[in-house]
């Protein structure tokens, strides 16, 4: 499952635009995801102790 994350992740950040076709002037839909993905992280740790 981590590395599904990881690669959605990736491919998101990386691709978005292309694959779902958002515009993202201002940056703010990748800090979004950046969020997402460092919230899920440490929400992961967390339930995993």
Request: charged content about 15%.
């Amino acid at each position: 499952m981590v590395i599904l994350a990881l690669v959605m992740f990736v491919g998101l950040f990386g691709f978005g635009e292309d694959i779902l076709g958002y515009r993202d002037g201002s940056g703010m839909v990748r800090v979004g995801l950046i969020a997402s993905f460092t919230f899920g992280i440490i929400c992961g740790l967390k339930l995993g102790r």
